[in-house]
């Protein structure tokens, strides 16, 4: 309810059917399916069949893992798809994040890519834009001293409004 009053759109990586079927009862626009449930067939059919965009991130998969969960999306008639760049590492070095795979996974797919990015600040989000991305995934938090294995990757509020303008600049 607070995003729609923010005008924006709300959705969620589900891990099993049962969050599928919770996200569906919310109205998820979109699915993103998170690069450790890339070979878990069922719940990608499970989304797929929902023909609503499902967004993959690909950090631990292999061409092979991606190739058939696209088969699935594509045996289920969804072809709208969309392929994020990630690295699973929190935070990722900036010398690790590797930004040519998402061309590689566009050439490789031709699909629309995008970057799920986990270094400490934006400038990966930036080269990404440049790059051709065209989701970018970016973790926030209110505050960087909160506990948890992600707040070193994310930025807070000032920071995401950088990140989003410094986005929107080397996109024009």
Known sequence: EEAKKCGLLC???????T???FLEELDAPAYKIASYE???????RRVA???KPVIFATGIAHLEDI???????????????ILLKCVSAYPTPYEDANLT??????????????????TP????DVAATVLGA??????????KSLPGPDQKASLDPAEFAAMVLAVRHAEA
């Open 11 to 17: 959705f969620s990586s589900p891990f099993d059917a």
């Open 19 to 21: 969050a599928v079927d």
């Open 38 to 44: 890339i070979n878990d067939i069922p719940l990608i």
């Open 49 to 51: 069949k929902l023909h």
């Open 67 to 81: 190739e058939r969960a696209m088969n699935v999306c594509r045996e289920e008639g969804n072809e709208d798809v």
């Open 101 to 118: 795979a998402m061309i590689e996974l566009y050439d490789q797919f031709g699909l629309p890519v995008g970057l799920s990015d986990h």
């Open 121 to 124: 600040g934006w400038e990966c």
């Open 134 to 143: 065209q989701v970018i995934e970016k973790h926030f938090t209110l505050d």
